[in-house]
């Protein structure tokens, strides 16, 4: 519907003052320098890749999710590309995974030569339908990909019964989810494998990096292999040796996360509680504030949970709201607020459109969902003023168009 004009404080989009003069990005790291140093001083050791703080920062990493083993990789989805290979997942096999996420959830099924299959989402979390990923388990499936959607742990229990149930594997996306927890239990001390994304928006940060947790011993060797080209030694345990042979047995990557990288990871560690903290503070902010306000339903939090708020995706009720989707995310930017889509479906993507002749339709909820959400700042770096001016434009953009 078109922008009726302001009669209240004039939208920037009119041609109003912005709610802030300069952008506020929907998420955005936090460098001290405590992490500076550390980089520097790896920068200044014998060792830039295959050293010593590789080992350090995965020990640490499992350690604080309460897994067995880590197993870092040189992003988040080289480290699902890994999991898909310790998974088995190969030519002919099927993978179930969400439509409602980014697409190198989907994306690592394919590198495997496998077929994803895509089950809805549930209407409140948005994340991956258990009883829509039961309907579609076959003799092909080997594997379930559910995501822990903007933070929040998908149903895990019922997943994880299903794939003990029919004998398959369980590899979670935690990439939005590093520090949720479910039913009392860590992220990463669940599934037969989950993956973490170091991505500069996430909680911790390596530049570009990820993980896979597991507390199988066999997976973790295989992942280890797999991201340095399929052979089971790293240049450093041959040198310690005095050893130059080695053997290449499987198709691997080099996927490899520097030594400059985990040790930003290792200081960036030692902050999370704190960055966590601070993204719940937030998440409560805004909930406060906005509960209520008409037109406008906020992110649902089941309450055997605790999320992790990578993201705070908000959904426009567009029964009671006629402002479009895309008219409010133009009004929001305008008023210096960087809102932001995730996602638009994977099977809407021309790739898979092409490939697998998806036309729209197959997934109403991921779908109806996708045309309602708008993604607000969220990042453990913001202060009181951000949150306020957040709160500030989405009042005064909601309230003009409502009119
Ligand atoms: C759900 C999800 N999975 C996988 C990835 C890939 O992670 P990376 O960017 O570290 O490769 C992302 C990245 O944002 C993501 O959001």
């Known amino acids: 519907m078109p922008l009726s004009a302001p009669t209240r404080e004039a939208l920037a989009i009119y041609g109003g003052t912005p709610v802030r003069r300069t952008l506020l990005p929907y998420g955005r790291h936090s460098i001290d320098e405590e992490d500076i140093q550390a980089v520097v001083n790896t920068l ?35 480290a699902l590309h890994g999991a898909a290979f310790a998974a088995g997942i190969q030519a002919g096999d099927e993978a179930i995974t969400t439509p409602l996420t980014f697409a190198a959830t989907s994306n690592c099924i394919l590198y495997q030569n496998g077929t994803p299959v895509f089950a809805d989402v549930l209407a409140d979390t948005l994340t991956i339908d258990p009883e829509r990923v039961a309907s579609l388990v076959s003799s092909r499936t080997r594997a379930l990909l559910p995501v822990d959607y903007a933070g929040h742990p998908a149903d895990l229990d ?20 590093l520090g949720a927890e479910y ?9 037969h ?8 928006v996430k909680h911790l940060t390596t530049g570009e990096g990820g993980m896979v947790t597991t507390d199988n011993a066999a997976y973790a060797d295989t992942l280890r292999k797999f991201r ?7 240049a450093r ?8 042979h080695y053997e290449m047995d499987v198709l691997g990557y080099n996927y490899r996360l520097t030594d400059i990288a985990c040790a930003l990871g290792l200081r960036q560690l030692t902050k999370l509680e704190t960055n966590l903290a ?12 906005m509960r209520g306000l008409p037109g406008l339903v906020l992110p649902a939090v089941r309450d055997d949970v605790l999320p992790a708020w990578h993201l705070y995706p908000v959904r426009l009720d567009l029964a009671k709201f006629p402002a479009g989707r895309s008219e409010t995310f133009r009004a929001l930017r305008a008023e210096n607020i960087g809102v932001n889509v995730h996602y638009i479906p994977v099977h809407l993507h021309p790739y898979y459109r092409n490939r697998f002749g998806y036309r729209g339709g197959e997934f109403p909820i991921a779908e109806s969902g996708y045309e309602s959400l708008i993604s607000l700042p969220m990042f453990h770096g913001m202060i009181d003023g951000d949150v306020e001016d957040v709160i500030r434009a989405v009042g005064k953009v909601m309230g ?4």
């Open 228 to 234: 340095n080209h399929g052979i089971s030694t790293g």
């Open 237 to 244: 345990d041959r040198q310690q040796a005095g050893q130059w």
């Open 158 to 177: 019922s997943l994880m019964e299903i794939a003990d149930r029919r004998g398959l594997l369980v590899i979670e996306d935690a990439c939005h989810a």
């Open 183 to 191: 039913r009392g239990r860590r992220v990463g001390s669940i599934a």
């Open 400 to 403: 003009d168009f409502r009119k």
């Open 44 to 78: 200044r050791s014998d060792w830039l890749t295959t050293g010593p703080k590789i080992e350090e920062f995965e020990e640490a990493f499992a350690a604080w999710v309460g897994a067995r083993h880590a197993v870092s990789f040189s992003s988040g989805t080289a």
């Open 278 to 289: 601070r993204r719940r503070e937030i998440a409560v902010q805004y909930s406060s504030a």
């Open 193 to 200: 494998m989950t993956v973490f994304s170091f991505h500069p």
